[in-house]
């Protein structure tokens, strides 16, 4: 039994909402029939005035008598009414009951579970599926920032460690001068700018497992001719062509992260190529989509790691394949596509290199 503190404070608050339905039900349940017994009485009052000449006149009496049949009839309605709306409201009530203690079992240890209402496509399915669709974007934010924390953790120990030795080594050392610690310190500061590198994936990753906040009209062929730009200096560097045939290619996105995506594609492209190599650039738009496809030389790669070159730090046997970069440009580009609900194909070149096509949406879908 509950405290009578409890008791009273649950009698202080609005009603509950079954309640509230079974005094709506009811009342109107028991105002059509007040007014259907009213009618009926009234009616039955005016037969009696209007009764014919020579009939029998009805036996005098003190006031007029009391009928306690309508009182009866109104009294087991009025049960019979309230009993019907309790379990209405009960029955109409119940679905929403199995939302609330669904959505309270839920937590960020089983945000995998999901409300399974049955039922006709009403308010109250309509509910389920916006709460679900609620933890879902819950669970990948959760599953994101564990990601995030394992990667980094994972990641920053290798430079950090390495950064620590090198100065320990310059400072033990007796003999060191000034040319030896200024050559330390520079590279310390190059294991610094990688760690800077490696954490800007990082967040650029959680955001894209995060989901898109904005929706803005953009063209694919301008952000891809802006992002060309700023990678042919590290193409010519490399002995890389860059070739580029750029159609308007109009689609909605976050201009942000779509940059981000192209941008890795492109660094991913010119970094795994070979020496006299050549990126080829695409853009291109359809009833539905706006698609842009980036394709490279380089050595060949296996069909079968054509998805795990998508995981974030992705190795192939025992070395990492991202010995020229952060090993997340690609994860990213899978992260970002997801997110804006895009289609990412990719495909190994019969004679090397790699050819990855993403399909975005050229306007936004519900």
């Given at each position: 039994?509950?405290?009578?503190?409890?008791?009273?404070?649950?009698?202080?608050?609005?009603?509950?909402?079954?309640?509230?339905?079974?005094?709506?039900?009811?009342?109107?349940?028991?105002?059509?029939?007040?007014?259907?017994?009213?009618?009926?009485?009234?009616?039955?009052?005016?037969?009696?005035?209007?009764?014919?000449v020579?009939?029998?006149?009805?036996?005098?009496?003190?006031?007029?008598?009391?009928?306690?049949?309508p009182a009866v009839i109104g009294l087991v309605a009025a049960v019979i009414a309230l009993a019907g709306a309790w379990w209405l409201a009960g029955r109409f009530l119940r679905p929403l009951r199995a939302i609330t203690t669904t959505a309270q079992e839920i937590s960020a240890t089983?945000?995998?579970?999901?409300?399974?209402?049955?039922?006709?496509?009403?308010?109250?399915?309509?509910l389920s599926r916006t709460l679900n669709d609620l933890f879902g974007r819950l669970q990948a934010a959760f599953d994101a920032q564990r990601h995030f924390v394992a990667n980094a953790s994972?990641?920053?120990?290798?430079?950090?460690?390495?950064?620590?030795t090198l100065l320990q080594v310059a400072l033990a050392d007796p003999a060191a001068d000034t040319a030896s610690l200024r050559a330390a310190c520079e590279e310390a500061l190059q294991l610094g700018d990688q760690q800077e590198r490696l954490i800007e994936a990082l967040l650029t990753l959680a955001t894209g497992e995060r989901g898109v906040e904005r929706w803005d009209?953009?063209?694919?062929?301008?952000?891809t001719q802006g992002v060309i730009s700023g990678?042919?200096?590290?193409?010519?560097?490399?002995?890389?062509?860059?070739?580029?045939?750029?159609?308007?290619?109009p689609a909605v996105g976050d201009p942000r992260l779509v940059t981000s995506l192209i941008a890795n594609l492109l660094d991913n492209?010119?970094?795994?190529n070979v020496a006299g190599g050549r990126v080829t650039v695409s853009t291109t738009s359809s009833a539905e989509h706006a698609h842009i496809a980036i394709s490279n030389t380089g050595p060949p790669v296996p069909h079968q790691d054509l998805e795990r070159l998508f995981q974030p730090f992705h190795q192939?046997?025992?070395?990492?394949?991202?010995?020229?970069?952060?090993?997340?440009?690609?994860?990213?580009?899978?992260?970002?596509?997801?997110?804006?609900?895009?289609?990412l194909s990719p495909h190994a070149r019969a004679e090397g290199g790699l050819i990855v096509e993403v399909s975005f949406w050229r306007k936004r879908k519900p």
């Open positions: 039994m509950p405290p009578v503190k409890t008791v009273l404070s649950r009698l202080r608050r609005r009603p509950i909402l079954r309640v509230q339905l079974t005094l709506l039900y009811s009342g109107l349940v028991l105002g059509l029939l007040a007014a259907v017994l009213l009618a009926t009485d009234l009616l039955h009052g005016h037969s009696a005035q209007r009764a014919p020579g009939a029998p006149a009805a036996p005098a009496t003190g006031g007029r008598a009391f009928d306690a049949g089983n945000l995998d579970r999901r409300l399974d209402l049955t039922g006709p496509a009403d308010e109250l399915t309509d994972h990641e920053l120990r290798t430079p950090l460690a390495g950064q620590r009209p953009i063209d694919l062929a301008e952000i990678h042919r200096r590290e193409g010519d560097r490399r002995g890389v062509r860059i070739d580029a045939a750029l159609a308007p290619a492209a010119v970094r795994h192939a046997g025992t070395e990492r394949v991202h010995r020229d970069g952060h090993g997340l440009g690609l994860a990213i580009v899978l992260a970002i596509a997801e997110a804006h609900g895009a289609g």
